[in-house]
């Protein structure tokens, strides 16, 4: 299986900072044939299920904010918060969908608080 | 409005079995791959298990195999995950998630159900 590794687990920035998250998987994401990266970038609340940020490693998802960005291709990705929040305090995961068979593995997390 | 809704947790001893359930609507359930994933207390995410449309795949991650197994049923818009001798490590928020695109194991999740805990204890 892929293993999935992210880090800091944890960093607190400052409102209106920016705060980065890597992720690291085991084995390349980037599938040749169409040139994409199956990683996807999850946001936890306390209480709530996983919310879809970031797909492909760099496509939005609907709704979110652009401060949100991912960004690396292969093997290391980075997802961006370019101004954080109050509201982005949250759990942040990756996932890579690329294994076949199907069995989808996630970083273990990080968490971003206020500084 | 796309909604998945679990049931069937609760408190099990070691050994026991218990079946969950997921409600889907809002969406034609029949396009869809769908996975269980779980969360231990205070832990990660994990996922858990996936099915085809048609039930004719099925995988799941190495900790479950030959203990839980997971089924759908497309004329009630439901998804299941009977799970058997059951142990303390089992025990977790479980969620049901939708691939995001019809046909498409590979896809990220797009929609989760709110969960339900699974308690595995003596």
């Known amino acids: 299986d892929i293993v999935m590794t992210q880090s800091p687990d944890s960093l607190a920035v400052s409102l209106g900072e920016r705060a980065t998250i890597n992720c690291k998987s085991s084995?390349?994401?980037?599938?040749?044939?169409?040139?994409?990266?199956?990683l996807a970038w999850y946001q936890q609340k306390p209480g709530q299920p996983p919310k879809l940020l970031i797909y492909?490693?760099?496509t939005r998802e609907s709704g979110v904010p652009d401060r949100f960005s991912g960004s690396g291709s292969g093997t290391d990705f980075t997802l961006t918060i370019s101004s954080l929040q109050a509201e982005d305090v949250a759990v942040y995961y990756c996932?890579?969908?690329?294994?076949?068979?199907?069995?989808?593995?996630f970083g273990p997390g990080t968490k971003v608080d206020i500084k | 409005e796309v909604q998945l809704v679990e049931s069937g947790g609760g408190l099990v001893q070691p050994g026991g079995s218990l079946r969950l359930s997921c409600a889907a609507s809002?969406?034609?359930?029949?396009?869809?791959?769908m996975s269980w994933v779980r969360q231990a207390p205070g832990k990660g995410l994990e996922w858990v298990a996936n099915?085809?449309?048609?039930?004719?795949?099925?995988y799941y991650v190495d900790s479950v195999k030959g203990r839980f197994t997971i089924s759908r049923d497309n004329a009630k818009n439901s998804l299941y995950l009977q799970m058997n001798s059951l142990r303390a490590e089992d025990t977790a928020v479980y969620h049901c998630a939708r691939h995001y695109y019809e046909s498409s194991a590979f896809a990220p999740f797009d929609y989760w159900g709110q969960g339900t805990l699974v308690a595995v204890s003596s």
């Open positions: 996932q890579q969908y690329y294994s076949t068979p199907p069995r989808f593995t």
């Open positions: 809002g969406f034609t359930f029949t396009s869809y791959w």
């Open positions: 084995h390349t994401v980037l599938y040749s044939s169409n040139n994409k990266n199956y």
């Open positions: 492909w490693a760099s």
């Open positions: 099915i085809k449309q048609d039930g004719s795949e099925r």
